[in-house]
Nanobody
Framework: VQLQASGGGLVQTGGSLRLSCTASRLTFSTIAMGWFRQAPGKEREFVAGINRGGDISYGPDSVKGRFTMSRDDPKNTMYLQMNNLKPEDTAVYYC?????????????WGQGTLVTVSS
């Protein structure tokens, strides 16, 4: 299983980015997927996730209404659309997969993509 994340970069406050994560050797309809982020000096935190039933949940209140997670099963790809970015969104963003589909224990991870939001 391999997860390849992309789409990070440098953006100004108020800008947008779309992160992508493509998975190989997985059947998307049976797994749960999630986005996490880790800012410098902080622990990794859950940002958004989709379980195998298609239910989407978001982590911190600060991203609700600004971030949207989606997936494209035929492409084995999940996305995180991030709008109205703020400096506090600066972090390395990781995609993860829970192969059991429940969104509880993530057992595969992508390499991370850096998002930097300048003020």
């Amino acid at each position: 299983v391999q997860l390849q994340a992309s789409g990070g970069g440098l953006v100004q406050t108020g800008g947008s980015l779309r992160l992508s994560c493509t998975a190989s050797r997985l059947t998307f309809s049976t797994i749960a997927m999630g986005w996490f982020r880790q800012a410098p000096g902080k622990e990794r935190e859950f940002v958004a996730g989709i379980n195998r039933g298609g239910d989407i949940s978001y982590g911190p209140d600060s991203v609700k209404g600004r971030f949207t997670m989606s997936r494209d099963d035929p492409k084995n790809t999940m996305y995180l659309q991030m709008n109205n970015l703020k400096p506090e969104d600066t972090a390395v963003y990781y995609c993860g997969v829970d192969s059991l589909g429940l969104g509880e224990v993530y057992d595969y991870w992508g390499q991370g993509t850096l998002v930097t939001v300048s003020s």
